[in-house]
């Protein structure tokens, strides 16, 4: 069974530009959550998706959002990028979410310049 | 929020002493998940503990999990250059929309 997709895999773009991310989760996964990781940060959750709804959301500002469509395909959006932001992206499929096993895509690599 | 403290933050050893990290929560868990990530790979899957006093093996690697579910540990027997990695534990507090929290892993180097 195919695994976790993430597309595109890297990425370079200019501060106050704005980047959509694609996921593409195991098949017949419901659950899709969102990380961001940076050296010396661990895996900092960004929010989670489940049936289209958001479920939970970490502590992100505004500009990160993310939306999930009725193929469990989820994207996430930064507006108004920030130095900061740059960062691997890592989604992860679940079943159900919660405490199920989680499986992660490859990462998408930002670069914000 | 949820207090996950993992310790150490890094560690190096030499080809075929031990390893063990810890993961401390501040409130009981629900269960616990531990995860390895590869230098340049992502996070997989090793294993979920779910019962106080619970110890699981895996070959060289012991997982337990604390009697009063607030701990865990990851020991690594004999370490291998193939178990370099950061372990991260990712405890769950078991709420109706209990979510993953990870922590900030253990960066693990082995010299041969």
């Known amino acids: 069974k195919a695994g976790v997709t993430q597309t595109p895999r890297y990425l370079i773009k200019t501060r106050g530009q704005q980047v959509t991310l694609s996921c593409s989760p195991i098949?017949?996964?419901?659950?899709v959550s969102w990380y961001q990781q940076t050296p010396g940060q661990g895996l900092q959750f960004l929010f989670e998706?489940?049936?289209?709804?958001?479920?939970n959301k970490g502590n992100f500002p505004g500009r990160f959002s993310g939306r999930q469509f009725s193929n469990s395909r989820s994207e996430m959006n930064v507006s108004t990028l920030e130095l900061g932001d740059s960062a691997l992206y890592l989604c992860?499929?679940?079943?159900?979410?919660?405490?199920?096993?989680?499986?992660f895509g490859p990462g998408t690599r930002l670069t914000v310049l | 929020g949820q207090q996950v403290m993992q310790i150490p933050q890094y560690q190096h050893v030499q080809e075929g002493e031990d390893f063990t990290t810890y993961c401390n929560s501040s409130?009981?868990?629900?269960?616990i998940q531990w995860y390895k990530q590869r230098p340049g790979g992502h996070p997989v899957f090793l294993i979920q503990?779910?019962?106080?006093?619970e110890v699981k093996k895996q070959k060289r690697l012991t997982f337990q999990f604390g009697e009063a579910k607030k701990n865990s540990s990851l020991h690594i027997t004999a370490t291998q250059t193939t178990d370099v990695g950061t372990y991260f534990c990712?405890?769950?507090?078991?709420?109706?929309?209990?979510?993953?929290?990870f922590g900030r892993g253990t960066q693990l180097t082995v010299w041969p």
């Open positions: 503990l779910v019962k106080s006093g």
């Open positions: 098949s017949g996964h419901r659950s």
């Open positions: 998706y489940f049936s289209e709804t958001q479920r």
């Open positions: 992860a499929s679940s079943l159900t979410g919660g405490n199920n096993e989680q499986f």
């Open positions: 409130t009981t868990l629900s269960n």
């Open positions: 990712a405890p769950d507090r078991g709420s109706t929309l209990g979510r993953l929290y």
